[in-house]
């Protein structure tokens, strides 16, 4: 058996809120393997995203143990974990988080950059990428100049320059409509399908029934974790 | 190899990012770079200046001539009211005896100075006439550029001839030649023959604006006031072979001096000897303070510059702070933000260093054209320019970077 891609064993966060500590993630132990298509959600407040931060090295647990591709994160000082989100984890976000007035290739490059890859390969990669997006005619545009489905399309290939193990999505289709929306999904579950693992961050349930698993937060804990059933497919724009 | 080729690339990209960011917010940036380029501009010319007073001082003591001392009577300031045998006296008698009993002279030379007012029909001129004798030209190193020096005869009859400096010339003759004219000095006609060999100005002091005449003239025709004796002189200037026998010839006068004058042991000297080395240290001196203090006022505003930098750096950081987060998120180290915004203050500095530099360089020409004044900016005080700006830049930018850097991830990307 191969080791999952991700576990945790135990983890919490606690938040010190107005001197009353709060467990945003109470003790959640679970395991993500490799090539899943993982939905997770909560209303707001359920620690969805707090967990999600932590999945993704951006925020440290208070207690408990993260296992990402085998290593303990806790082992790991500041600049490992920087090192672990630019090579084995792809960020999509709501707000897209395009650099502005930088074109879309150097938004795409902003990755390469730290992982200390030259100039020309850089540009050659992210050129790659926007081209798989569909957008090889907007290598030039500002984000000011693409609409929100092009913009978010940006930020994945933004995501899978450094050819992460994991793509997490929080709320990717949170600032787009229905059809954009469909479109974005259809892309990661054609990624998916290729092998990368998707963990996507959502409170639209339909959205959600993209996803192969489904694990649903609650007061900082899962009270559901299980496969979808009638799983819904979007063909890739 | 390969780390120093990726920091490498990391530095240009850093600049890239720094003047698009500065681009962004252009007027801001050119405001934030004035402080640091007015502040460059004032200690680059606060040294050019310091550095040209210093030229200024040593022209000047060349021109008084070198080995040379000057003894000038000082009256007793000591306590309880002056009387006559406290004022300092000094002659020409003195001046024989220096020759003489003084080894390593080579020649004394004996002044009286007063001012007097010169007139020419049409024209007037107050100027400071030095009585002298053929010897003053000597020791002090003056020379007519045309026509001739007083000579002994001059001194010997008495004659009414002087030679003026190229100020009082252009005053009273600004377009024809003054040799061979007659001026009234004092209302007593004199014959000008010759005319003095320019010797600039320093530091605001005119040496072309006098005039010499014999001193037996000017003791006899033009002195207004009465001396105590029929040979006082003003001052001496006497003049050594070389620099160990100014040293040694600086004491003996002084012995010299207390045995004719038969000062009483403890008592101080009726007069003063200073060598032109001790006046080239003093003044040396005084420039050196005045440098400092300059350049010390002139800090002040490159301090006032950097922390401009500082304000807009910590502005930067707080609107920047969500791609701060952002960029963490994608996989930037620390040291990667830190780097970021050192480089982006350090770009600040250095195009303001550059262009403070610039006109710095700019403003010292015109300095030395317009007001005829020394201002020399070498190639040290140009790579300090650019070593003070990229400093100013570490050191206010330092800190405005390691606060970005110290950002958590998560908070900053939350950030609106």
Redesign the interface.
Known sequence: MTTPLLETHNLVKDYAIGGEIVHAVNNVSLSISRGEFVAIMGASGSGKSTFMNMIGCLDIPTSGTLLLDGIDTKTLDSDALAEIRNRKIGFVFQQFNLLARTSALDNVAVPLIYAGIGYAERRRRAQDRLEAMGLANRLQNTPAKLSGGQQQRVAIARALVTDPLMLLADEPTGALDTQTSLDIMGIFQKLNDDGITVVLVTHEPDIAEYAARRIVFRDGQVIEDAAVKSRRRASAA | M?DV??SF??W??NVAIAL?ALR?NLMRSILTTLGVMIGVFSVILAVAVGNGAQVSVSQQIATLGSNMAIVVPQPDSGSGPPRPSDRGRLTERDGQAILREVSGVSAVAPQIRSSVQIVTPGRSATTQATGATPEYGIVSNITASEGRFLTQSDIGSAARVAVIGETVANKLFPETSPVGETIRINRVPFTVIGLLESKGSNLGNDNDDQIVVPITTLRQRLLTTATQGPDDVTLIFVGFEDEDSLLSGQKEIERLLRDRYRVAKGKINPFTVRTTTEIAETTGEVTQIFQAVLVAIASISLLVGGIGIMNIMLVSVTERT??IG???????????IRNQFLVEAAVLCVIGGAIGLSLAILAASIFERVAEFPAPIGLDTAIMAVAFSAVIGLVFGGYPAIRASRL???EA?RSE
Do not use: F, N, Q, Y
Not at chain 2, 326 to 336: F, Q, T, Y
């Open positions: 390969k080729l990726t690339a990391g240009g990209v698009t962004t969500r791609e952002l960029r963490m998120a994608l996989g930037a180290k620390r040291s990667d958590s991830p998560i990307l």
